[in-house]
């Protein structure tokens, strides 16, 4: 099973200001790899597949990239909304695996 | 619109068993794979099982197989995950999700059903 582990675990920015989420995977994914946005009490959206493809209707202020085990998440000018919990997702085997998240806080 | 509706959760003592459905509508329900995906309160995601459009092919998290099945009925546009032996640490959240591409990535989501294991 690939393991994928996200950090940090909290990440506290203003906003306006520019957040990098990171995400390393076990072992190498190529390009499969995708990133979710959840806020509390509704289900994750698709943000990113791909590694770098925005998903339908995501501003261009995310942003993906990375390839075989590292990639990040960059959020360019954090707004109110975006202030909820990333996850990202291996699917180059299965078991399809997630990160533990992290959570994005108004400082 | 895409559309994606879980039921048939509740609360179940362990060992017991329990069937959740999803109804799909807006979108050609045979033709994508789908998947669940669990969360436990107030952790993160795990994904538990997926199948494709035909169901023919079907795979599982280590954490559940040989106890969970996962089954559809393309001709009630609906997708089921048989949940039998459940524990306590099978409480969660179970959201259904549409895979639309070949890249195996929760493209819609549910809103989830609600299984908690407790005596």
């Known amino acids: 099973e690939i393991v994928m582990t996200q950090s940090p675990a909290t990440l506290s920015v203003s906003p306006g200001e520019r957040a990098t989420l990171s995400c390393r995977a076990s072992?190498?994914?190529?390009?499969?790899l995708a990133w979710y946005q959840q806020k509390p009490g509704q289900a994750p959206r698709l943000l990113i597949y791909?590694?770098?493809t925005r998903a339908t209707g995501i501003p261009a202020r995310f942003s993906g990239s990375g390839s075989g085990t590292e990639f990040t998440l960059t959020i360019s000018s954090l707004q109110s909304e975006d202030f909820a919990v990333y996850y990202c997702q291996q699917y180059n085997n299965w078991p399809l695996t997630f990160g533990q998240g992290t959570k994005v806080e108004i400082k | 619109e895409v559309q994606l509706l879980e039921s048939g959760g509740g609360l179940v003592q362990p060992g017991g068993s329990l069937r959740l459905s999803c109804a799909a509508s807006g979108f050609t329900f045979s033709s994508y794979a789908m998947s669940w995906v669990r969360q436990a309160p107030g952790k993160g995601l795990e994904w538990v099982s997926a199948?494709?459009?035909?169901?023919?092919?079907?795979y599982y998290a280590d954490s559940v197989k040989g106890r969970f099945t996962i089954s559809r009925d393309n001709s009630k546009n609906t997708l089921y995950l048989q949940m039998n032996s459940l524990r306590a640490e099978d409480t969660a959240v179970y959201y259904c999700a549409l895979i639309l591409t070949a890249s195996i990535t929760m493209d819609v989501w549910g809103k989830g059903t609600t299984v908690t294991v407790s005596s």
């Open positions: 072992q190498s994914v190529s390009s499969n």
């Open positions: 791909g590694a770098s």
């Open positions: 199948i494709s459009g035909s169901g023919g092919s079907t």
